[in-house]
């Protein structure tokens, strides 16, 4: 066989370690369409900021416990995230005056 025709193994990713970085691409992904709910730019700029630095401080996690509980985590904070763009709909439905977003006191991404 040729050079050009042999495959090098010893770059690909084992097969369980390619469907979490896909499902991590789309958890990402559902944030991001999240956050491009809310009206308000300025808060739509920040949401966008804190997701992106969440994503990028997990990046090098290789412990399968702590990967499991970060997806949890991950997925509680979309739904909770998903909820301010339901709030959204529901102020917007029910008071035509107001376009912004009413969002309550602390934030999924602030551990205080």
Request: proline share 3%; aromatic share 8%.
């Amino acid at each position: 066989m040729s050079k050009k025709g042999r495959i090098l193994l010893n770059n690909v990713l084992p097969f369980q370690t390619f469907l979490q970085k896909a499902k991590v691409i789309t958890l990402f992904r559902k944030f991001i369409r999240g956050a491009n709910l809310i009206r308000s730019q300025e808060l739509k700029i920040d949401i966008r900021k804190q997701i992106r630095e969440n994503f990028k401080s997990n990046r090098d996690v290789s412990d399968p416990v702590v990967i499991r509980h970060l997806f949890q985590d991950a997925n509680r904070q979309l739904k909770m995230l998903e909820g301010l763009g339901e709030e959204k709909q529901s102020i917007k439905s029910s008071n035509n005056h107001s376009n912004d977003v009413i969002i309550g006191k602390g934030w999924p991404w602030n551990r205080n």
